[in-house]
């Protein structure tokens, strides 16, 4: 991650991000904004979007997936908190209503999001960008790929959201990928 020092001191990180799914990459950013920050917001975005192979889990699908990884980071349950947001047709759109909910004088904000980034620079947000870690690896697409095509993807999610993935994830996402070749 790359970050200026002392620009957030008193400020509450805003990690914004789809995480579909969770993986260990996200994990890690959360555990380490976790020991930069007071506490922590974690943005889930497209709220709303159905099941398809790009947003094969729901947000609250989501939220139970960080809860369960961040569950034994120290101070998360008092320090982490959550909001959906919603996706817009208008990029700029979305952008206002982040800062209408959060003011950039109380968040810092961080994604993996070039454009995301850019949007939340010109509502005033101090920024910072995410260095995405083994991106190849860790990357949603292509861990979604390796679980619809039974692939090797156990190693590149939290162990805490194994089992749920085994026992549920999986169809939801061969079941989207299926839906999708269809279309």
Not at 80 to 105: C, H, I, N, Q, T
Not at 167 to 174: N, P
């Amino acid at each position: 991650m790359r970050t200026r020092k002392n620009k957030g001191a008193g400020k509450t990180a805003l990690f914004v991000g789809r995480f579909q799914p969770f993986h260990l990459g996200h994990a890690r950013i959360a555990k380490n904004l976790l020991r930069r920050y007071p506490s922590l917001v974690i943005g889930i975005g497209s709220r709303r979007q159905k099941r398809t192979g790009q947003n094969p889990f729901s947000a609250q699908e989501r939220r139970m997936l960080i809860v369960k990884t961040l569950a034994k980071a120290e101070g998360a349950k008092k320090r982490v908190r959550f909001a959906y947001l919603e996706d817009y047709r208008k990029d700029e759109d979305w952008a206002k209503e982040v800062r209408r909910r959060f003011s950039p004088r109380q968040f810092v904000a961080y994604s993996g999001n070039g454009r995301v980034l850019r949007l939340l620079k010109d509502e005033g947000f101090d920024i910072h960008e995410i260095k995405l870690l083994e991106r190849g690896r860790w990357q949603g697409k292509m861990i979604r790929k390796r679980m619809a095509h039974a692939r090797e993807w156990k190693k590149d999610l939290p162990a805490e959201i194994r089992d749920w993935m085994e026992k549920k994830g999986l169809k939801i996402i061969r079941d989207c990928d299926r839906a999708k070749r269809m279309e």
